[in-house]
């Protein structure tokens, strides 16, 4: 039989035990709700957040730096096995296919008239890739693009 003393001496012992047991239950709930809100917050977040210099997060490749290619200029790329004709405007950079509708030659940039043309049979596109003329039966897939922090990205 105990004492009253060892009961005195239990009493707090347990009491001390029951409270560490509740302050660990206390994390694990806290931690678990953290954890549920950081888990429907993080996705939310990382869609509004802008993009900081890493490029767009959707499935856009970066094809060229802005300052190669020069206001009224153009470059040619390769991007997927696609051949691309890029012609900076003043106001933007446009994206076509660089292959012909008619029979696939791959088209220029002709600056001083602003048209696309084909070498092969005299095809000339406008800059949205609407056929001018010639034989081309189809105007030019053009493609999405962003310019961002001085990178030209591109979606195919
Ligand atoms: S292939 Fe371009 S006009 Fe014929």
């Given amino acids: 039989m105990k004492n009253t003393e060892d009961q005195n001496l239990e009493g707090p012992a347990v009491l001390k035990k029951e ?3 509740r302050d660990f239950l206390d994390w694990v709930i806290k931690g678990g ?16 957040w802008p993009v900081m210099g890493h490029g767009p997060k959707v499935d ?10 020069p206001v009224g ?16 405007t003043a106001q933007e950079i ?7 509708t008619h029979l ?3 088209v220029d940039w002709d600056g001083p008239k602003r048209e696309i043309v084909c070498p092969c049979h005299a095809g000339v596109f406008d ?8 034989p081309p039966p189809r105007p030019l897939p053009t493609y999405p693009v962003k310019v961002i922090n001085g990178k030209v990205f591109i979606k195919l």
Avoid: N, Q
Avoid at 60 to 69: G, S, T
Avoid at 127 to 134: A, F, H, I, N
């Fill in 19 to 21: 409270m560490s047991r």
């Fill in 94 to 100: 446009k994206a076509f296919s660089a292959i012909c």
């Fill in 127 to 134: 800059l949205e890739g609407r056929v001018v003329s010639g």
């Fill in 104 to 106: 696939g030659c791959v």
């Fill in 33 to 48: 709700i953290l954890a549920t809100l950081s888990g429907m917050l993080f996705p939310a977040l990382a869609y509004l």
């Fill in 60 to 69: 856009m490749e970066e094809v060229a730096a802005l300052d190669e290619i």
């Fill in 73 to 88: 200029g153009f470059k040619k790329v390769f991007l997927g096995g696609s051949a691309l004709l890029l012609i900076r």
